[in-house]
């Protein structure tokens, strides 16, 4: 009797917790991503010149998978794990495997507040700002935010967030135990986007305010080193590596899109950024511009792009005259600039913001004579708007070496109004089933450097030769 008991009451809890789990749809998807890649040259210089840039070959993998836990209409919540980048033979990638390379990558919650029509979303969650043309040169990453979000009616609606990317003093941030004083090692975001569709316009102004405290620590282990290394680059003027003092900064943009002449399209982006401290040689204040120009057509889409970013004068003390920017995801181009939506591959070799240059180029995308296989040729010419007698001026932290000026390993390169460089892509993707597409990516770079700013040294060509395969779920 009792092992009856003992067998309808495990039986209970099987189905008590089976109906459980039938509360909340449970939907997964994702993508594996794998990396085969010939390199040649990515710092410009080849061994034989002093670079680290050789011939190179190195396979990499990532896997992303998205969780959404569905309670209703009204109320869901979401999960992103991301394993990798891992490269083959380093690390969790070598012999015997084992890694511990699983990460987080987002985790929000999806609600709507009762009897209104207003949509919440908080957690770690991907927050970009608009970028009609290539990608948002300032802010798109991942970062944990409050988002709120309203439909005014079919034609207008805004989102307002708030975000916290860094607090860099952990459990003990209130209070500074060296000084006896608060510390203000925190940065936070505040931002509105209000788009507007209209018929065959889109129209999306928007703003952002940051403050960033005096005592956020740059060398703090609590967090990402590399990413606030790229943020604090990108929002610092020439020679500056850390914020010490009391920090503001604020942008605003527009991003417009005419579709009504369809199938001829036009994009637009212009933003202005602004960093203001008490002293004027912190400051860095800036803009950019980009537009594109298609043309659809049956069998390909040829199109004009071009960019214009403020950039540096000839004089230090008057702080920078370059748009700033956080972590970017800006891409008129595939080998030189990171393309939005690009698989796994090395980019941004010349720019991560297009702050600081200007460019034209010419394309012919979605070239397409075979079932499920198409190409994209693209020609750029680029080059820099800061001012050379700047960099001959700048000391240590801008020289050129390994063909990187200031924050050398991940903000590109310092282009001056005397360097300039010609970049060609040539990518294509071939969808082999549904769900698997095959994607190779051509690069190659010409870069033109100063002589007279940056010394008699030698500039090699940078190629690459990617094979990107691609399976969504």
Do not use: C
Not at 222 to 245: E, I, R
């Amino acid at each position: 009797m009792k092992r009856i008991v003992t067998l309808l009451l495990a039986a209970g809890l099987v189905f008590g917790a089976f109906g459980g789990a039938q509360a909340a749809d449970i939907k997964a998807k994702g993508q594996w991503d794998f990396n085969f890649e010939f390199l040649n040259n990515t710092d410009f210089q080849s061994k034989e010149h002093g670079g680290q840039g050789g011939d190179t070959f190195a396979g990499k993998q990532r896997l992303r998978t998205q969780i959404d836990i569905v309670a209703s209409e009204s109320l869901s919540g979401t999960v992103y794990f991301e394993m990798g980048e891992t490269i083959w033979g380093k690390e969790d990638g070598a012999l015997g495997a084992d890694g511990k390379s699983v990460k987080v990558k987002r985790s929000y919650i999806d609600w709507i507040v009762p009897n209104t029509d207003l949509k919440v979303r908080m957690g770690i969650q991907g927050l970009a700002l608009p970028g009609f043309v290539a990608g948002s040169p300032v802010l798109d990453d991942d970062v944990a935010a409050v988002t709120m979000s309203y439909a005014f009616n079919d034609m207008v609606a805004a989102t307002a967030f708030w975000a916290r990317p860094y607090d860099t003093g952990g459990d003990q941030d209130s209070f500074d135990t060296n000084t006896g004083k608060n510390a203000f090692d925190e940065m936070d975001l505040f931002g509105l986007i209000v788009p507007v569709t209209l018929d065959g316009m889109k129209i999306q102004p928007w703003a952002m305010y940051s403050s960033i405290g005096k005592d956020v620590n740059g060398g703090a282990a609590n967090y990402n080193q590399t990413s606030w290394g790229q943020a604090a680059g990108g929002m610092l003027p020439v020679g500056k590596v850390s914020f010490d003092k009391d920090t503001t900064a604020w942008w605003g943009g527009l991003s417009y899109e005419l579709s009504m002449f369809d199938p001829i399209r036009f994009k637009m982006d212009g933003i202005y950024g602004s960093v203001q401290a008490d002293d004027e040689a912190w400051e860095r204040s800036g803009w950019l511009v980009i537009g594109s120009l298609d043309y659809k057509m049956s069998m390909m889409t040829p199109g004009l792009f071009a960019w214009y970013g403020s950039g540096d004068d000839d004089d230090a003390n008057n702080g920078s005259e370059r748009m700033p920017y956080i972590m970017p995801d800006f891409g008129p181009t595939s080998f030189g600039f990171d393309k939005p939506g690009a698989p796994i591959a090395t980019d941004s070799l010349l720019s991560v913001s297009g702050a600081g240059t200007w460019g034209v180029g010419l394309q012919l995308a979605d070239i397409s004579f075979i079932e499920n296989l198409k190409h994209t040729l693209r020609v750029a010419y680029i080059k820099g708007t800061n001012d050379a007698e700047m960099a001959k001026t700048g000391g240590a932290d801008l020289v050129l070496k390994n063909g990187y000026g200031t924050a050398k390993a991940y903000n590109g390169l310092y282009l001056t109004d005397e360097d300039s460089a010609w970049e060609v892509n040539f990518d294509h993707t071939y969808n082999i089933y549904e769900n698997l597409a095959l994607i190779v990516e051509m690069g190659y770079i010409k870069l033109d450097v100063d002589e007279d700013t940056w010394g008699n040294n030698e500039y090699d060509d940078a190629m690459k030769l990617g094979f990107n395969l691609k399976y969504s779920f």
